[in-house]
């Protein structure tokens, strides 16, 4: 997801709470930053960020 876009979310999001459901890869005029951005927020992460949020997300339960 472009920077653009995510101020343009955050915007929109209106700094309403977020559980931060997805994340994509950040890119700035077409290069790849290292960050990641909440798809539904817009607020940007390091990596080590977006790995605690997501390890502290209860396991789903799976069927066999």
Known sequence: MQKKRAVALQQEW???PCDHPAFAKEYDLGARTG???CTQCGKTF???EKAEIVAARPAEDTVE
């Open 35 to 37: 960050s990641f951005i």
């Open 14 to 16: 209106g700094g309403k």
């Open 46 to 48: 390091t990596f080590r």
